[in-house]
């Protein structure tokens, strides 16, 4: 433990804490019918996006306290030292350079003595010509027949950012290519895998393994189960194992003596580096799976919109910055209104995923109580993050944010623009119905979210139980349209969103110590489900959750 000060102990913090008391009365309603200037004051665009943060319970006195903060917090600083490849990771003490993943090939970035732009882009070269020999038919299965099943095994970061990204651009796939289907699989217990394998034909399937340290036992049993099918099925005839693997297997990781060790021939090893974070690696060799599903042009639209949001952090006043603010109203909510619960509603089906993928960026990385000093944070850090597509919730737990008792801050994300590409007229036109409908909706809850039972216009009198208080902050954030380049700046803008949050906290968003107790007494358990021994040292509650499942086997 250091003598070292921590934030909380700052005078720009106590102003905030002195602020806030002042303003935790101040109802969301009452700053509306106090200034006609929200919108200008807190509205910014860059990079296809617009961030409306006039619905945040703030006013301008609010955002100059924090912006003071975050200046003294080494935000301005900070920012420099992530984009130019300083060991900002300091526990592992590494760099976190997923922004150089996006950097253009003319660029340059020397990090300790090496530019990384050339290897960049040679990695997204060989993923080219893998994508191309797909598209042409000519990646063949064992048996001479053309790949037409890609099924990504991986888990976290290295599924989940894949998986969210594929499917947010899948009306982006490219035609008049050969047909390939990607698809996921993640969950250890082989659900999702037992489901591909019972439908696929493994003369046609191709797995891709996808994990950073390649030692992750979710993925690895899953590859262990595809391996041995596909064995099963081509080996016994005309195939034979090398052949199998070299046709049916890529693999992409940061250790490619693991990768070999596994079998992974080495022309179908894609290497990314220790500087790259699991859930910041969706913009190089982890991504193979999205560009296999929109193609390259596409992926390097998604890179090019990610980069666009690199240069406008790097560079945009802290007060025109959309991460530092978008970083600032979470700070303002969690350490001083107490708001610690944080839902992520896309209104847009395509990004269905988009919750479950920032679920993992946030709280793996926030998610800590130890400052990079070393001492426990006397302030809280990551809320609880969870959402949901924004219409669908309106039917499941919306109730909650209207009318339960947690203070929940809410992000509503929706396209402006949708279904411009529908060649039909009349298909197309229904649909834009259901789009300007969405948008109804989107508008309308963070309206009633606001100003509550003011929201209707005949406001009579009401009994207690339709009554709604509003005073729920809320940030709208909307994209152009969604493409891979407005998508690739929307993820930018969380990822440096956590960055400077935590810059502020002042704990490492690079590592994830708190995942590996549970994965070595996973170990330990499995050895005791296994063996049936060794039990009686465990608690009593697991002795007997244990004791359950084997005389449950035995029956
Ligand atoms: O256990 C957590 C974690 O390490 C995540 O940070 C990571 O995204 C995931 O597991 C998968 O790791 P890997 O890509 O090494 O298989």
Redesign the pocket.
């Known amino acids: 433990m250091t003598e070292t000060a921590t934030i909380d102990q700052h005078p720009a913090w106590k102003a905030l804490l002195d602020h806030a008391e002042a303003m935790r009365d101040v109802h969301l309603k009452d700053l509306f019918h106090e200034s006609d200037q929200r919108y200008p004051d807190f509205s910014r665009r860059a990079a296809g996006l617009m961030l409306d943060l006039s619905k945040q319970r703030w006013r301008r006195e609010t955002l100059d306290k924090l912006l003071a903060l975050a200046r003294v917090a080494g935000v301005p600083k900070g920012i420099e030292r992530l984009l130019a490849g300083e060991r900002v990771n300091l526990s592992e003490d590494r760099p976190a350079l997923h922004t150089a993943l996006r950097l253009p090939a003319d660029a340059h970035l020397n990090v300790e003595g090496e530019d990384v732009v050339p290897g960049v882009h040679r990695t997204l070269k060989r993923m080219a010509a893998m994508v191309d020999k797909f598209h042409a038919g000519q990646w063949r299965g064992a048996t001479g027949k053309a790949v037409t099943d890609v099924v990504n095994l991986?888990?976290?970061?290295?599924d989940l950012g894949p998986l969210m990204v594929t499917h947010a651009l899948a009306d982006y796939r490219p035609r008049d290519i050969h047909p390939v289907e990607v698809h996921f699989a993640s969950t250890m217990d082989g659900s999702q895998l037992a489901d591909y394998l019972t439908r696929f034909n493994p003369e046609t399937t191709l797995f891709v393994l996808?994990?950073?340290?390649?030692?992750?036992i979710d993925?690895l049993s899953n590859a262990r189960t595809a391996q041995d099918w596909l064995m099963g099925h081509l080996v016994n005839g005309r195939g034979d194992r090398d052949l199998v693997m070299r046709q049916h297997f890529i693999g992409v990781s940061a250790s490619p003596e693991k990768m070999s060790e596994w079998g992974i021939s080495d022309a179908n090893q894609l290497e990314f580096w220790e500087w790259v974070g699991?859930?910041y690696s969706l913009w190089g060799a982890i991504g193979l799976p999205i560009a296999v599903a929109v193609g390259m042009d596409n992926f390097r639209e998604l890179l090019a919109g990610a980069h666009e949001m690199d240069r406008h952090f790097a560079n945009a006043a802290l007060e025109d910055n959309l991460p530092v603010l978008l970083a600032l109203a979470g700070i303002w909510n969690v350490n001083f209104l107490d708001i610690r619960a944080h839902s992520i509603l896309p209104y847009e089906g395509r990004l269905e995923f988009f919750a479950s993928y920032l679920e993992?960026l946030e709280m793996?990385s926030n998610g800590k109580s130890t400052t990079n000093s070393g001492q426990t944070t006397p302030y809280s850090t990551c809320p609880v993050l969870w959402g949901q597509l924004g219409p669908n919730a309106q039917h499941a737990f919306y109730q909650l944010l209207h009318q339960g008792t947690q203070p929940v801050e809410c992000d509503f994300i929706a396209p402006m623009r949708r279904y411009d590409r529908i060649e039909d007229d009349a298909t197309r036109a229904l649909l834009k119905e259901q789009h300007r409908l969405t948008l109804a909706n989107c508008f309308a809850q963070s309206r009633v979210l606001m100003l509550g039972d003011e929201a209707i216009e005949d406001d009579g009198p009401r009994p207690n139980h339709k009554h709604y208080r509003g005073n729920q902050p809320s940030t709208t954030l909307l994209l152009d349209r969604l493409t891979p380049s407005t998508l690739g700046s929307l993820v930018a803008l969380y990822e440096h969103k956590v960055f400077v949050q935590a810059t502020i906290w002042d704990i490492n968003p690079f590592d994830?110590w708190g995942?590996e107790l549970g994965?070595k007494i996973a170990t330990q358990t499995e050895r005791v489900l296994a063996s049936h021994e060794g039990v009686e040292a465990l608690d009593e509650s697991s002795r007997h959750l244990i004791e359950a499942v084997w005389r449950a086997e035995e029956q």
């Open positions: 991986g888990v976290g970061g290295s996808s994990s950073k340290s390649f030692t992750t993925t699991g859930r993992q793996e994830q995942v994965k």
